[in-house]
């Protein structure tokens, strides 16, 4: 059942090499029919958030005219990144198929592990210079958003 | 000098709850001057990747022409979550600024928290499911993405 949808995405993989992208291809599922494709896309159209999961959720978001991707399945030709696990989690897709690991990828020369070790660290430890200017407009747009009774949440 | 790049990036947040969207606002600067823009268009354009910070990157690598965001900026009116912050190290942002913080947006109804303890545990432990499926034909794609010689890296 899973087979199909699996070699289609590696097969996306494969071919965005010869187009000159990464070696990434991703799919969607929806009712055993495939809703969205994607592959890497990131120095093709200069996006560093073009993954070929991202870029599949963006489509499936479109295609099905919802942010909301419960019930879909994902099939990624290789474990996704910390940035696409997180577009995962917030289009609450159900589940996550995947061929390749996080090793395959480092060997690829992708450093996934960076960004997980972090994310794992307090803000103050990163390598990434982040910091903090608390100001009271930003607490009033919260204010505002929390007593909107109309808003659409997600 | 982050003063006015931070007002900006508040001053959107605020707008977009009127429009419809999530109380989120983000600019980029590079060379002390804005490049980029964008607000929260989860809901609007049903991308549940659509953050304002995601946006602001796609926007800024296309202002650019490169996927590579090194000697830029972010200023985004809340913190940015595990998807965002990971979308930052792909992209090579050299620092971010941030006024509200993970605690607000939980406030407003966004858990982060969930995809931080989520990302932080082994594949087997998470609420989500994620299986792999080891192919022969995905660990060809990455060989083949090894041996070519004229690659573009990112």
Known sequence: MHDPFMKRAIEIAGKNIDAGGGPFGAVIVKDGKIIAEASNKVTVLNDPTAHAEVMAIRKAGG??????????????????????????????????????????????????????EELSRPIGERKLKMIRM?????????????????????
């Open 63 to 116: 295609q099905l005219g919802d942010f909301d991707l419960s019930g879909c399945t994902l099939y990624a030709s290789c474990e996704p990144c910390p940035m696409c696990l997180g577009a995962i989690y917030w289009a609450r897709l159900s589940a996550v198929y995947y061929a390749s690991d996080r090793q395959d990828a480092e060997a690829g020369g992708f450093d996934d592990s960076l960004i997980y």
């Open 134 to 154: 608390k100001d009271p407009s930003a607490d009033l747009v919260f204010r505002r958003w929390n007593e909107k009774s109309d808003k659409t949440r997600y």
